[in-house]
């Protein structure tokens, strides 16, 4: 989208993109733990790594968000089907 690594993007960039589904939770969170897992030798700020944590949360979410747009298109599609909106 801007070239840039994802870490660097802005918020609201992110925001933007995960909504319209150029970029995934998954891809958001990933870019933060590689950049966090290659500058963190020598910062030596992060003493837990919950990295692949956080990655793992990211597809638990993707999974629900997937599963909640199935559900409302089978609900659209069955309303539609009986005539109602």
């Not at 802005?10 to 500058?39: L, N, Q, Y």
Request: contains cysteine.
């Amino acid at each position: 989208m801007t070239g840039r690594p994802l870490w660097q993007w802005k918020a609201i960039e992110i925001a933007a993109a995960t909504r319209s589904g150029d970029v995934s939770c998954r891809d958001v969170a990933a870019s933060a733990v590689e950049r966090m897992r290659t500058v963190n030798p020598r910062l030596n700020a992060v003493t837990l790594d919950l990295g692949d944590t956080a990655i793992a949360a990211a597809d638990e979410k993707r999974a629900y968000f997937n599963h909640e747009e199935n559900t409302k298109k089978k609900i659209n599609k069955y309303k539609t089907k009986k005539g109602r909106k």
